[in-house]
């Protein structure tokens, strides 16, 4: 199983994935690329760091969103990508969700669909309304790159005196981190399947 993270920022997401391979967590499963539109971004170093073969493909350098999109589309099937994994990736998918079908994986810091029309740090608005169980949701992502089919939620408790840094890093490290590891094993492995808007674990 071929895959590639889109990947923009610290790479956290990411590092969980490459944690995964080194400690052999994955089997059938190899990381070909990671695609990201800055840089200078921290992700970058960090697929360096894991002798990974690392890209970037510049949103300033293509005359719209969806040109670009094309251009990373064309970049994964050139690499006979099966598996486009996304960890933080902050552009939009444009034409890619079309071209990989069901084949797009994901996280998110919310338990879906709880603040799904939150539009700034989730895990602020959680500790602003008081909630005492927050948590991350997997997924194929949709036609517009936003959560589609829900995969698997893990809950993670509130703390007294949290912040959001040390609730959002909570969250990454405690539920994102082990959501898309599982998703990927299972992906690789043949065992999960999209049927309508549902998932099927085979």
């Not at 990671?34 to 360096?48: G, H, T």
């Not at 405690?174 to 959501?179: R, S």
Request: aromatic share 6%.
């Amino acid at each position: 199983m071929k895959a590639a993270v889109l990947a923009s920022g610290d790479g956290a997401k990411l590092q969980g994935i490459l944690d995964a391979v080194y400690f052999g967590e994955l089997p059938g499963f190899e990381l070909v690329a990671v695609i990201s539109p800055e840089k200078d971004a921290y992700v970058m170093q960090r697929a360096l760091n894991a002798n990974i073969p690392a890209y970037v493909v510049d949103p300033d350098l293509f005359p719209t969103m969806t040109t670009h999109s094309m251009a990373v589309a064309n970049k994964l099937k050139d690499m006979d990508v099966e598996l486009v994994i996304l960890a933080d990736y902050d552009v939009p998918l444009g034409v890619i969700p079309y071209q990989f079908k069901n084949r797009i994986i994901g996280t998110c810091p919310r338990l879906c669909p709880a603040f799904e029309d939150c539009e700034g740090d989730v895990c602020a608005a959680v500790l602003a309304r008081g909630c005492r169980v927050t948590g991350a949701t997997s997924f194929f992502a949709d036609g517009d790159g936003g959560v589609g089919c829900i995969i698997d939620q893990k809950a993670v408790a509130v703390r007294d005196g949290d912040t959001a840094e040390s609730l959002r890093r909570r969250v990454t490290e405690e539920a994102e981190w082990t959501l898309l590891t599982e998703a990927v094993k299972l992906f690789s492995a043949g065992r999960l399947a999209v049927r309508g808007n549902r998932l099927v674990r085979q």
